[in-house]
């Protein structure tokens, strides 16, 4: 759920490059780096014999010192470029140079705010919240992200305070409006709540945020017309609006009275395992589908859940076993599920399950050209099987004729058949189409390196790193290239 999808600055990205590089020769998960690791494998740089090897890839990239004497103005650009690409920690880092450099200016901390409240960490984030409004006392938008840092910490009064203040300043503003009338339904004052609701809708030019109000006064019109429904029932309607709206903890606290009044309540359990699913604390979203499953082993929305928690936990055993009843009970939809057990099996190296699942995958939706990649490449390096890749590649060129990833499939599948001549044709293809396709330059680096074509297959390697540097593909063909150039 957590992996790093781009790589920063031009100066940290080459360093980020390095470092994942180190760790493939070393055997080590970048998942799983730390500081220390970090520091061995870069020690490793200059003291093994293997050094050699990484600069040959590297030649070409300048890496410079990290430069301790930035700017406070360097140091913000820095800590943005860190936070537009999702490397929170990073941009926290720079942020906090930054205001120790200036620590008169309150940009720093605006920004530090943001970003502490994106990263979880609510305690920080509170503390900034603090030195901003000591340095604006009664910032708009400074006192609602602290009303929505006690939201998270489950502090309801505490953040209704803010925002009363906040509606008793006559500010018009949606999001004010629509939180404050979902903390009238956490305590239960249904007429407040709708109020705040409607007002909020009029206020709003938000499409998303009119969605999120309309779960909730849908629920209370579904609940209207069920004349005779218990106000458990409500409840009910209004905890699955919380999680729709992803208001987890809101979710939980209505739940708890829920439950609290009756254990027996199967959907209640499931809305309750749901929200503790999504704020990542799995044992006790296990806990709760658990409880559910106890009244109704049969349910598919349970197995599947129960499923996804173990995954997390790391049950994966458990976890094909409870996807498994999901399907045999007619979960929908049951692509998502496929979806997860294909993945898992890929996980425990069980390749043939893997790729009946990636072809069921296929098999329901066919659209998406992405679904194509795995089966293809299973077979071709994981099964040995090319002949069942070509089938799917060639699939692929006739639902997407215009994409040059198909073209790349085929070429990649007509290697692993031997057609080295309709390979090169329809590699080169994909590349003109796209010349950014890394994954083509890559698979035409490998086709000339079978050929032992060396200059070209180290040409198409370069290129494929150029493309995808910070990436999977960009690693690989700077691994490739190494141990060509070496030879």
Not at 59 to 86: A, C, F, M, Q, T
Not at 396 to 410: E, G, H, R, T, W
Request: aromatic share 12%; hydrophobic share 40%.
């Amino acid at each position: 759920m957590r992996k790093f999808t781009a790589f920063i600055t031009a100066i940290v990205l080459a360093l980020l490059v390095v470092t994942g590089i180190l760790a493939f020769r070393n055997g080590a998960s970048i998942e799983n780096l730390n500081l220390n690791k970090v520091s061995e494998l870069w020690n490793s740089l200059f003291t093994s014999d293997k050094t050699e090897e990484v600069k040959v890839e590297i030649e070409e990239v300048n890496i410079p010192i990290e430069e301790e004497n930035l700017s406070y103005d360097e140091r913000i650009e820095k800590g943005d470029y860190y936070y537009d690409r999702g490397f929170l920690t990073f941009a926290s880092n720079e942020y906090v140079k930054a205001a120790n450099l200036e620590q008169n200016r309150i940009e720093p901390y605006q920004k530090l705010l943001l970003t502490n409240l994106e990263l979880g960490d609510y305690d920080k984030a509170s503390i900034n919240a603090e030195v901003i409004l000591d340095m604006v006392p009664g910032d708009l938008e400074t006192q609602f992200l602290l009303a929505q840092i006690y939201i998270k910490q489950s502090e309801f009064e505490s953040a209704e305070t803010i925002l009363d203040t906040l509606l008793a300043s006559d500010i018009k503003d949606a999001r004010i409006s629509y939180y404050k009338g979902l903390l009238r339904i956490v305590f239960d004052d249904h007429d407040g709540g709708r109020k705040y609701l409607k007002q909020a809708l009029s206020e709003s030019n938000d499409d998303n945020l009119d969605k999120k109000i309309n779960y909730f006064l849908n629920s209370y019109t579904e609940y209207e017309f069920a004349k005779a429904a218990e106000e458990l029932y409500l409840a009910e309607l209004l905890s699955r609006a919380f999680n729709k709206a992803e208001e987890y903890e809101m979710a939980i606290y209505k739940l708890k009275s829920v439950l609290k009044t009756r254990s027996d309540l199967r959907d209640a359990w499931v809305l309750f395992g749901f929200a503790y699913l999504n704020l990542e604390n799995y044992y006790f979203a296990q806990s709760a589908f658990e409880r559910a499953y106890e009244l109704d082993s049969q349910w598919p929305t349970t197995q599947y859940f129960l499923g996804l928690t173990h995954a997390e936990l790391g049950n994966t055993d458990e976890a094909v076993i409870y996807l498994n009843y999901s399907l045999s009970n007619l979960f929908e939809p049951e692509i998502v599920v496929h979806q997860k057990l294909a993945d898992l099996y890929l996980e425990t190296q069980d390749y043939e399950s893997a790729v009946k699942a990636y072809e069921k995958v296929l098999e329901l939706n066919n659209q998406d050209i992405n679904s194509f990649v795995r089966p293809v490449w299973i077979y071709l390096d994981f099964l040995n099987q090319p002949d069942k890749a070509i089938v799917h590649a060639e699939a692929a060129v006739i639902a997407f004729p215009d994409n040059a990833l198909s073209y790349n499939l085929l070429g990649w599948s007509q290697t692993g058949t031997g057609d080295q001549m309709s390979a090169e044709e329809n590699l080169l293809k994909a590349i003109d189409m796209d010349p950014n396709l890394a994954a083509a330059q890559y698979n035409l680096g490998r086709l000339y390196e079978s050929q032992n074509r060396k200059s070209m297959a180290l040409e198409a390697y370069q290129k494929a790193y150029e493309l995808d540097s910070s990436g999977s593909i960009g690693n690989l063909s700077a691994q490739r290239y190494n141990d060509l150039k070496s030879q």
